[in-house]
């Protein structure tokens, strides 16, 4: 009789959510810097923004994701930010204020809240908890706040190891 090698964790049923997919492709995300707008890179002095807000090349944020900054030290008229909003509005993709990383996180978290959860309606389904980068725990929230309600089982690790998270009653 021979002995057959059984996968069990094939045969579970189980389920394996890679959450590296939602993460953005770098190259859809872009940094809009106020820095060369500012006069001396110094100080924002309106008419000379707007005019050259106004030649600005708008085009090369279309369909990004961009991140609005400023990476010198000054201080920044919140209705810069909205002048420059509504310049990127209409090619952009999205549209954050804050650091590269801050973007990447939004737009991961957006790519979460998007998915469609009914494909994993009564499945046992496992979070993917080791990958290249780490993401962010506000990533792991959004998932399992996303899934809880539909699924049969969730759970972190790897499918031949995991931590049981939670278990539909």
Known sequence: MEDLIVNKVAES???????????????????????PFLFREMMLREKDFRAALATHDWEQYRGRHV???????????????MLITTQL?????????????????????????????AAYADKRVVIKGCGDKALPASAYVAVSEKLRPVVKSLMYGEPCSTVPVYKKK
Not at 16 to 21: I, P, Q, V, Y
């Open 67 to 81: 991140t609005v900054t400023c990476s010198a030290d000054a201080i920044i008229p919140m209705w810069a930010y």
């Open 13 to 35: 049923g189980i389920v394996t959510l890679n959450m590296e997919s939602f993460k953005p492709a770098p190259e859809t995300l872009s940094v809009f810097d106020i820095k």
């Open 89 to 117: 509005s209409p090619v952009a993709e999205s549209i954050v204020s804050g650091t590269e990383e801050a973007l990447e996180e939004q737009v991961l978290l957006r790519n979460i809240l998007g998915m469609d959860a």
